[in-house]
């Protein structure tokens, strides 16, 4: 029986498009930085790239820089380098339920590392920001996601930034899990940078991009270096195959209406289903705005380990969590931060849909899910 793949925020399907330019670019001799015909050719289609990438983040071609993804992303932008004119940070403020390349990717010290909480929904408590910036003697960095990649919950980037400006602070958006999926503006958002990866939205695996806002933005020192190429923020050839493949991807990967409906339905047709079954059924987040893709939700007393591994037994592949956690099945830290028990959390299950879901693979996902846990329960009670 064909396989279901249910697991969009982990990484997405390579895309025809995305493929399609990488075979082109693989075909290129030259390298990026060379100054002959081929170099010429290789550096056109870089540029190129960059701009159809910036144009999908609403941002200035001239102020995106490509990376391996958004670990690396994070890592070079989330630095005690990070300066614009009016001067250095000094503090950073991350949100409790970031992904991991936030909280433990940075190179700040620990005393000047802060928490902001997160609600009972997964939302960023705005009160408590705004006390936190009341706190700081110097200059704040804010990094706060657009979306989690757990739960699908919509943080509030906008009205956060205007309180990090208000403060003289500045703030960086994680965009990874938005991209694709909900519209992706560094100007709208107010996020002096944010960052992305490409296999997110069906490009490949290994290139990323950071874009800022304005060019008054800077990094002092860079994490690799070298040739200084990518304005000097990223040292080392491009990898131009790649890089047209998250083009591709991003020309083609902004959802409209009709495919943000579609997605929708199917997200609530599976929580409907599996509520309407299981009584005892949570869903994380379902009372804040959420990505249309995404459900996150758990049975008390069912492990995701083993439902995961009779999933994927039964052809579904589903996730728990983040995915990007060496293959680690252990409790959320975004569910701890939401005060979520930590039994429920290491039950959480993440279903997330894409550009390729049936509705037929959503019915069969209700129905294996339904069936695996009536069979779990019954071999229990047998027991007792």
């Given at each position: 029986m064909?396989?279901?793949?249910?697991?969009?925020?982990?990484?997405a399907?390579?895309?025809?498009?995305?493929?399609?330019?990488?075979?082109r670019?693989?075909?290129?001799?030259?390298?990026?930085?060379?100054?002959?015909?081929?170099?010429?050719?290789?550096r056109?289609?870089?540029?190129?790239a960059?701009g159809?990438?910036?144009?999908?983040l609403?941002?200035?071609p001239?102020?995106?820089?490509?990376t391996?993804?958004?670990?690396?992303?994070a890592?070079?932008?989330?630095?005690?380098?990070?300066?614009?004119?009016?001067?250095?940070?000094t503090?950073?403020?991350?949100?409790?339920?970031?992904?991991?390349?936030?909280?433990?990717g940075?190179?700040?010290?620990a005393?000047r590392?802060?928490r902001?909480p997160?609600?009972?929904?997964?939302?960023?408590d705005?009160?408590?920001?705004?006390?936190?910036?009341?706190?700081?003697?110097?200059?704040?960095?804010?990094?706060?996601?657009?979306?989690?990649?757990?739960?699908?919950?919509?943080?509030?980037?906008?009205?956060a930034?205007?309180?990090?400006?208000?403060?003289?602070?500045?703030?960086?958006?994680?965009?990874?899990q938005?991209?694709?999926r909900?519209?992706?503006?560094v100007?709208?958002l107010?996020?002096?940078?944010?960052?992305?990866?490409?296999?997110?939205?069906?490009?490949?695996?290994?290139?990323?991009?950071l874009?800022?806002?304005?060019?008054?933005?800077?990094?002092?020192?860079?994490?690799?270096?070298?040739?200084?190429?990518?304005?000097?923020?990223?040292?080392?050839?491009e990898?131009p195959?790649?890089?047209?493949?998250f083009?591709?991807?991003?020309?083609?990967?902004?959802?409209?209406?009709?495919?943000?409906?579609?997605?929708?339905?199917?997200?609530?047709?599976?929580?409907?289903?599996?509520?309407?079954?299981?009584?005892?059924?949570?869903?994380?987040?379902?009372?804040?705005?959420?990505?249309?893709?995404?459900?996150?939700?758990?049975?008390?007393?069912?492990?995701?380990?083993?439902?995961?591994?009779?999933?994927?037994?039964?052809g579904i592949?589903?996730?728990?969590?983040?995915?990007?956690?060496?293959?680690?099945?252990k409790p959320?830290?975004?569910?701890e931060?939401?005060?979520?028990?930590?039994?429920?959390?290491?039950?959480?299950?993440?279903?997330s849909?894409?550009?390729?879901?049936r509705?037929?693979?959503?019915?069969?996902?209700?129905?294996?899910?339904?069936?695996t846990?009536?069979?779990?329960?019954e071999?229990?009670?047998?027991?007792?």
């Amino acid at each position: 029986m064909e396989r279901i793949y249910l697991d969009y925020n982990a990484t997405a399907p390579l895309r025809p498009q995305a493929r399609k330019a990488m075979l082109r670019a693989l075909e290129l001799r030259g390298n990026p930085s060379s100054v002959h015909e081929e170099g010429r050719a290789a550096r056109r289609l870089i540029d190129e790239a960059r701009g159809q990438v910036a144009a999908a983040l609403g941002a200035d071609p001239r102020y995106v820089t490509f990376t391996s993804g958004g670990t690396e992303a994070a890592n070079l932008v989330l630095a005690p380098s990070l300066r614009d004119g009016a001067g250095r940070v000094t503090d950073l403020i991350v949100s409790a339920g970031e992904h991991a390349c936030a909280l433990d990717g940075h190179r700040f010290a620990a005393e000047r590392v802060h928490r902001a909480p997160v609600d009972g929904r997964g939302r960023l408590d705005l009160a408590a920001l705004e006390a936190l910036l009341g706190k700081i003697e110097g200059r704040a960095l804010v990094a706060l996601q657009l979306a989690n990649n757990e739960t699908g919950v919509i943080q509030p980037v906008a009205e956060a930034a205007a309180l990090v400006h208000g403060a003289g602070g500045l703030l960086v958006c994680d965009a990874v899990q938005a991209l694709g999926r909900m519209e992706v503006d560094v100007a709208i958002l107010g996020a002096d940078a944010l960052f992305v990866s490409a296999h997110k939205i069906g490009g490949p695996k290994g290139v990323g991009a950071l874009a800022f806002r304005g060019g008054d933005l800077h990094i002092e020192e860079a994490l690799i270096r070298g040739g200084g190429q990518e304005r000097g923020l990223r040292s080392g050839t491009e990898n131009p195959a790649a890089i047209a493949g998250f083009a591709a991807s991003a020309a083609v990967s902004k959802p409209d209406a009709g495919e943000i409906a579609r997605l929708g339905a199917l997200r609530d047709g599976l929580e409907a289903a599996l509520g309407g079954t299981f009584a005892d059924l949570t869903v994380f987040g379902a009372g804040a705005p959420r990505l249309v893709n995404t459900s996150c939700f758990a049975l008390p007393g069912l492990q995701a380990e083993t439902l995961l591994i009779a999933l994927d037994l039964a052809g579904i592949a589903i996730s728990s969590g983040s995915a990007c956690s060496s293959g680690k099945v252990k409790p959320s830290h975004v569910l701890e931060a939401m005060g979520v028990e930590t039994g429920l959390a290491r039950c959480a299950l993440r279903v997330s849909l894409g550009y390729d879901t049936r509705e037929s693979d959503v019915e069969r996902f209700c129905e294996t899910f339904q069936k695996t846990v009536w069979n779990i329960r019954e071999r229990r009670a047998s027991r007792n």
